[in-house]
């Protein structure tokens, strides 16, 4: 009974999104306030039959309802809680349902907000955003409902593929999905703005914090989808290039460069065009991603739906919204009229540059991940776009970006001056250098990873640079720096900590050209040297988990003749799908790790080894967290607080373009 | 997505005698030598994997292609000649670096194009907007009637 509810639900809610896709949108073109005014409860109500479909859904999971086969292909009886519950999204149907819940989420956050903004704006909003619903629970309904029962109801399920049952993969996929899926609100914002023909600086108002939101989220999860992959995987790697972890990465670079031009329109009315163009293109490439992973279209083992009619009825989603907003927008952008005016050296030029360079980065990883696939259907030839490609490329294309950054932000609006942001920037510079000589002296070789070093320490200097100038800038008085640094606006502080934060990451990514690796083979009492460290086999044990047998290496770690620590790498054996999975050991020592795997057990009693020393690697996520603390803290800014400066200066509302009833 | 990266362990745990990565006895004992496998490995492409390096995988077909890289740099082959080797009997398609040929032209310049083409873009419409900004000089007309304009108010 709770699943056909859940079941009604879904259906409830096409039935909804349809209303909420038509009636305010209706309004908003012929002005009818009370049509416009049916899009918020809608939005709610929409969310609300969402999430009680989810909520069914989840609750079949929680109560192992094998007359379900979704439930049956994903789940096991023994299986912890917790995977349960990440079982309902660790497949495509459930992972659809979770998309749309998000979806409307956004949607129903959108409503909840409506009143402060105009009528119009969000009747428009609403619908385009209804729309994206409504052609994504058409498809779960047609192609892959997840309420089907089974004819008969085994006993037990096939459980959840192992690999998946990990506490890093359980959330991983509610993060990616805020930040993917919540790239559709600036996507409605820009289509409902160029409907409605009003394209200003209030619009990018409205829209920066809806970004940063999506952005923030996108960073943490693909920051998490790389740590699971590497302590999962077992070869240490925390980027492979895959067309699936490049969907991921495309909208994040999207959504970067949006940001930052979304800044321009908003202080200086400039770049309007290519701003809603930005917004358009992010949440495309959120679509294409998702076309891509979701229809078998890759040929990649990754792709678990391989079947066709998904594949073609997410193509065509795909090809109506893209090219539905372009056309839109081909209609529309030629009206707007250019905005204020800035020399090439300023802080719009260096954020023109950072669009550009950003975009470019973005564009060379979509021909890199799509060149093999229409290489291959045009000429029948098969060629491999790899690691090395994109590093190489990408590489060359994204590092200058580090260099622009601590510029842009000394520079000035309108005109900067280069040379004074140069010498402001001397001792970022020269603390840069110190920095890489410093790495280089103790790692050695390879020369690249001291270099990148020396430019991420530049970075995350340089972002220091301006918030210090302007605490200390009055002469030295301790007591006013603290009084200073308190009345500094929060986005200074969330611009800073964003750019420190990538900066982290980086050096986080070059100290992996000084990992050492081992792979030996060891039996109980062998001793193997690991960079400065070394690593003893104690012994091999047995051990039962709910749904897996393990076998667990129980290994010392020893720092100059003194142990430091323990650690148990294992594999686990899952019985109901008969498959193995590693469970790395890790170790974290000074913001490096050393990283263990155990592979195989020889029938004569010795085990594979896998051993890295990865010095500062835990950068490369803590510099995530970094920036999104960062935008956490932006976002915390009142002045990026819709309606907050309204209502506390409600005089000063007439006179802004937009008034709010 | 990541989650969708499992399926490349289905299909390595398909083959239950299935080594993983590199093992103990295949690493050479000349240091220099084993350094230049790992290196060579890394940009084979696994063919029965999807965009894994044979250096990472665990399936027996890149354990064998390992092997081969490691026995023709024994046999004295410098790394272009093993990759020599290694094409001439798998085709462009186990390079994860795609050579630069006519077919691959479009993929190795699109990054060095599409800045020229933004570069431009840019040039372009900033000749524009400095034409906008040059507001051209009153007329003695015009001048006329700002200075009545400006006299009356006084």
């Given at each position: 009974m709770i699943v056909e509810t859940g079941h009604y639900a879904l259906v409830l809610a096409f039935a909804l999104s349809l209303v909420q896709g038509i009636v305010p949108l209706w309004g908003?073109?012929?002005?009818?306030?009370?049509?416009?005014a049916v899009g918020a409860p809608s939005a709610l109500a929409q969310f609300a039959f969402t999430a009680l479909s989810f909520g069914a859904l989840t609750y079949a999971y929680i109560v192992?309802?094998?007359?379900?086969?979704?439930?049956?292909?994903?789940?096991?009886?023994?299986?912890?809680?917790?995977?349960?519950?990440?079982?309902?999204?660790?497949?495509?149907?459930?992972?659809?349902?979770?998309?749309?819940?998000?979806?409307?989420?956004?949607?129903?956050?959108?409503?909840?907000?409506?009143?402060?903004m105009p009528d119009d704006l969000a009747a428009t909003v609403l619908a385009v955003q209804s729309w994206v619903s409504a052609a994504f629970l058409l498809f779960i309904l047609l192609t892959s409902n997840p309420f089907a029962r089974a004819a008969l109801a085994p006993m037990e399920g096939r459980d959840l593929n192992p690999i998946l049952q990990d506490p890093g993969l359980a959330i991983h996929p509610?993060?990616?999905?805020?930040?993917?899926?919540?790239?559709?609100?600036?996507?409605?914002?820009?289509?409902?703005?160029?409907?409605?023909?009003?394209?200003?600086?209030?619009?990018?108002?409205?829209?920066?914090?809806?970004?940063?939101?999506?952005?923030?989220?996108?960073?943490?999860?693909?920051?998490?989808?790389?740590?699971?992959?590497?302590?999962?995987?077992?070869?240490?790697?925390?980027?492979f290039w895959d067309p699936v972890e490049n969907a991921s990465l495309m909208p994040w670079m999207a959504a970067t460069a949006l940001l930052h031009s979304a800044l321009v329109m908003e202080k200086r009315d400039a770049l309007k065009v290519w701003t809603i163009f930005l917004a358009i293109l992010a949440f495309s490439l959120s679509l294409l991603g998702t076309f891509l992973v979701r229809s078998g279209v890759l040929t990649s083992v990754h792709s678990f739906?391989?079947?066709?009619?998904?594949?073609?009825?997410?193509?065509?989603?795909?090809?109506?919204?893209?090219?539905?907003?372009?056309?839109?927008?081909?209609?529309?952008?030629?009206?707007?009229?250019?905005?204020?005016?800035?020399?090439?050296?300023?802080?719009?030029?260096?954020?023109?540059l950072n669009n550009l360079l950003l975009t470019i980065s973005c564009a060379t990883v979509l021909v890199g991940t799509l060149y093999p696939l229409a290489l291959e259907a045009l000429t029948e030839e098969k060629i491999s776009v790899g690691p090395p490609f994109f590093n190489l490329t990408v590489g060359l294309v994204f590092l200058p970006l580090f260099v622009i950054m601590p510029f842009g932000q000394m520079l000035a609006w309108k005109r900067g001056d280069l040379l004074g942001a140069a010498q402001r920037l001397t001792f970022a510079f020269g603390v840069a250098l110190v920095g890489g000589v410093l790495f280089a002296a103790i790692h050695g070789e390879p020369a690249l990873a001291a270099a990148c070093a020396g430019l991420a320490v530049f970075a995350i200097v340089g972002a220091f640079v301006d918030i210090f100038g302007r605490i200390t800038g009055g002469g030295f008085a301790p007591?006013?720096?603290?009084?200073?640094?308190?009345?500094?606006?929060?986005?200074?502080?969330?611009?800073?900590?964003?750019?420190?934060?990538?900066?982290?990451?980086?050096?986080?990514?070059?100290?992996?050209?000084?990992?050492?690796?081992?792979?030996?083979?060891?039996?109980?009492?062998?001793?193997?040297?690991?960079?400065?460290?070394?690593?003893?086999?104690?012994?091999?044990?047995?051990?039962?988990?709910?749904?897996y047998s393990e076998t667990v290496a129980i290994m010392t770690v020893r720092s100059a003749g003194v142990v430091i620590g323990t650690m148990n790498p294992s594999r686990?054996?899952?019985?109901?799908?008969?498959?193995?999975?590693?469970?790395?050991?890790?170790?974290?020592?000074?913001?490096?790790?050393?990283?263990?795997?155990?592979?195989?057990?020889?029938?004569?009693?010795?085990?594979?080894?896998?051993?890295?020393?990865?010095?500062?690697?835990?950068?490369?996520?803590?510099?995530?967290?970094?920036?999104?603390?960062?935008?956490?803290?932006?976002?915390?800014?009142?002045?990026?607080?819709?309606?907050?400066?309204?209502?506390?200066?409600?005089?000063?509302?007439g006179a802004a373009p937009q008034p709010a009833e | 997505?990541?989650?969708?990266?499992?399926?490349?362990?289905?299909?390595?745990?398909?083959?239950?005698?299935?080594?993983?990565?590199?093992?103990?006895?295949?690493i050479l004992k000349d240091p220099a030598?084993?350094?230049?496998?790992?290196?060579?490995?890394?940009?084979?492409?696994?063919?029965?994997?999807?965009?894994?390096?044979?250096?990472?995988?665990?399936?027996?077909?890149?354990?064998?292609?390992?092997?081969?890289?490691?026995?023709?740099?024994?046999?004295?082959?410098?790394?272009?000649?093993?990759?020599?080797?290694?094409?001439?009997?798998?085709?462009?398609?186990?390079?994860?670096?795609?050579?630069?040929?006519?077919?691959?032209?479009?993929?190795?310049?699109?990054?060095?194009?599409?800045?020229?083409?933004?570069?431009?873009w840019l040039l372009m419409s900033a000749r524009r907007r400095r034409t906008l900004a040059q507001t051209p000089p009153l007329s003695e007309a015009e001048r006329r009637e700002l200075d009545k304009a400006l006299s009356e108010r006084a």
């Open positions: 908003a073109l012929i002005n009818d306030r009370s049509l416009m192992s309802d094998f007359s379900l086969i979704n439930v049956i292909e994903n789940s096991h009886s023994q299986k912890p809680l917790i995977y349960k519950i990440s079982g309902v999204w660790g497949n495509h149907e459930g992972s659809m349902l979770l998309w749309v819940l998000i979806l409307s989420l956004f949607g129903a956050l959108v409503a909840l907000r409506a009143k402060r509610p993060l990616l999905y805020l930040g993917y899926v919540g790239l559709s609100i600036t996507f409605s914002f820009a289509a409902a703005a160029l409907i409605n023909g009003r394209i200003d600086a209030q619009w990018a108002r409205w829209v920066r914090p809806w970004t940063l939101i999506a952005w923030m989220f996108l960073t943490l999860g693909i920051a998490m989808g790389s740590y699971w992959a590497y302590y999962t995987l077992g070869w240490g790697g925390f980027w739906a391989s079947d066709p009619q998904r594949g073609v009825f997410i193509l065509m989603i795909l090809v109506f919204f893209i090219g539905g907003s372009l056309a839109l927008f081909a209609l529309r952008a030629q009206a707007l009229k250019p905005g204020g005016l800035f020399a090439p050296v300023s802080r719009e030029g260096a954020l023109v007591a006013a720096f603290l009084r200073r640094a308190i009345g500094l606006p929060l986005s200074a502080w969330g611009t800073t900590l964003a750019h420190a934060g990538i900066g982290v990451s980086l050096l986080g990514i070059a100290a992996t050209g000084w990992g050492v690796e081992r792979v030996v083979s060891m039996r109980a009492g062998d001793v193997a040297e690991l960079g400065p460290y070394s690593v003893q086999l104690q012994g091999v044990h047995e051990r039962a988990g709910p749904n686990k054996f899952y019985g109901a799908r008969r498959m193995t999975t590693t469970d790395a050991g890790l170790m974290t020592i000074n913001l490096g790790q050393v990283h263990i795997v155990v592979p195989e057990q020889s029938p004569d009693g010795s085990i594979d080894v896998r051993m890295y020393w990865k010095p500062y690697v835990a950068l490369i996520w803590l510099g995530a967290l970094v920036m999104f603390l960062g935008g956490g803290i932006s976002l915390a800014d009142r002045r990026l607080r819709i309606g907050v400066a309204r209502r506390a200066k409600p005089k000063a509302s | 997505m990541r989650l969708l990266r499992s399926l490349a362990l289905l299909l390595a745990l398909a083959f239950p005698a299935a080594s993983h990565a590199v093992q103990p006895d295949e030598l084993e350094t230049r496998a790992r290196a060579l490995s890394a940009g084979l492409r696994c063919l029965v994997c999807q965009n894994q390096s044979i250096d990472d995988s665990n399936a027996p077909l890149a354990r064998d292609l390992r092997l081969v890289v490691r026995e023709r740099l024994q046999a004295g082959d410098d790394d272009a000649g093993v990759m020599r080797y290694v094409v001439a009997r798998y085709g462009d398609f186990v390079l994860l670096k795609p050579p630069v040929n006519a077919s691959t032209l479009l993929l190795w310049s699109s990054p060095g194009v599409l800045f020229a083409l933004g570069l431009g």
